[in-house]
């Protein structure tokens, strides 16, 4: 049970370059969510998805690009990377939050440099 | 708009003291409230929730304590120790509605030997 991994752990980007950041989870949750952390700005929500085939904007989905094909994979897309990007990216999966006692589980992070 | 605060970015208590971390909210939707910690390099952990039937969560060496009225919850670790130090996150979501976890933006907390 390796729970949330995401791929890769560092990358450094060109501006203008493109990229995808992977996530897989194994715990079978119908909830994924894409986190960025700037410092000192805490954990921003880019963008969530309910179930397969279904996504929604967060709190800064601006320059950033979803899809959800399956229940265990949400791969986020970035187009034309600029140095604003430039931040830690933490996936995470959970149950329906609607039930109480329900959390989310982190991946380790993928630490984004755009030069 | 941060519908999540965590105002005191940084917080130093000597080893077997307590630590009181504060959070507040702005959106009355939210019912739902847990506790993240971070270690460097690593993602975060999910620490202790409260649901807002509740005033108090007990576990262990951490205690959630929940004022509705005042949209306010607190953190509370007895006694502290130097493992302790890291990130912690505050993070509130809803049962109705608001199907996603709003995190604030954490208190470094280090706990001095």
């Known amino acids: 049970n390796a729970g949330v991994t995401q791929t890769p752990k560092f990358r450094i980007l060109k501006i203008g370059q493109s990229m995808t950041l992977q996530c897989a989870q194994d715990m079978n949750h119908n909830y994924m969510y894409w986190y960025r952390q700037d410092p000192g700005m805490g954990l921003k929500l880019i963008y969530y998805s309910v179930g397969a085939g279904i996504t929604d904007k967060g709190e800064v989905p601006n320059g950033y690009n979803v899809s959800r094909s399956t229940t265990e994979d949400f791969p986020l897309r970035l187009e034309l990377a600029a140095p604003s990007q430039t931040s830690v990216y933490f996936c995470?999966?959970?149950?329906?939050?609607?039930?109480?006692?329900?959390?989310?589980?982190f991946g380790q992070g993928t630490r984004l440099t755009v030069v | 708009d941060q519908q999540v605060k965590q105002n005191s970015p940084s917080l130093s208590v000597q080893e077997g003291r307590i630590s009181i971390l504060n959070c507040d909210y702005t959106n009355s939707m939210f019912d739902y409230f847990l506790w993240y910690k971070k270690y460097p390099a690593e993602g975060p952990t999910f620490l202790i929730s409260i649901s807002s039937i509740k005033d108090k969560n007990e576990d262990g060496r951490f205690t959630v304590f929940l004022n509705k009225s005042a949209k306010h919850l607190s953190l509370h670790i007895v006694p502290s120790q130097p493992g302790d130090s890291a990130v912690y996150f505050c993070?509130?979501?809803?049962?109705?509605?608001?199907?996603?976890?709003?995190f604030g933006t954490g208190t470094r907390l280090k706990v001095l030997a």
């Open positions: 995470a999966s959970s149950y329906s939050p609607g039930n109480v006692d329900t959390e989310a589980f």
């Open positions: 993070a509130a979501s809803g049962t109705s509605g608001t199907y996603k976890y709003i």
